[in-house]
């Protein structure tokens, strides 16, 4: 074969195998309006709790900036980080950088935030038992807890 053709062959290859690597696993899903966040935030309920399976789950796709509000899980939660990087933080300790391919676990009833960083999006899959009830939002992030330095 032809050292050209197969290089190009290759690449084409390489080009496809990238391309697909990118597409998202789950679809972006709805924006949600700006009631508990700041900045961009889409989410997708992959699966509402039942009679069956008392927890909950869903994607969130932050754009950079996004960050929810104050709030806690009366049943706690699991983030499984999939993209992207982004902050966890629980009331009164120090904020968290979250990567890809971390798992966060908000414990019941502790107050807390999470979202994007200032430069970088992030996607998450959460899951949260609802038998004891749904997220009790409080008060915004303020933009001085939320640039401060780790």
Not at 18 to 31: D, H, M, R, S
Not at 50 to 61: L, N, P
Not at 119 to 129: D, H, K, L, N, R
Request: aromatic share 8%; net charge positive.
């Amino acid at each position: 074969m032809n050292k050209k053709l197969y290089v190009l062959i290759m690449l084409a290859l390489a080009g496809i195998t990238v391309k697909a690597q990118q597409t998202p696993i789950f679809p972006k899903g709805e924006k949600a309006p700006n009631v508990h966040h700041v900045g961009n935030v889409w989410l997708t309920e992959l699966q509402p709790a039942d009679s069956v399976f008392s927890y909950g789950t869903s994607v969130a796709i932050f754009d950079p900036g996004a960050r929810l509000d104050w709030h806690t899980h009366p049943g706690g939660q699991i983030l499984i980080i999939t993209e992207g990087v982004g902050y966890y933080m629980e009331r009164g300790k120090t904020k968290q950088t979250v990567r890809k391919g971390q798992v966060i676990r908000c414990m019941p009833g502790v107050e807390h935030w999470h979202g994007a960083t200032s430069e970088t999006g992030v996607t998450y899959i959460a899951t949260s038992p609802t038998e004891k009830g749904k997220t009790t939002w409080l008060e915004r992030v303020s933009d001085v807890v939320y640039k401060e330095k780790k």
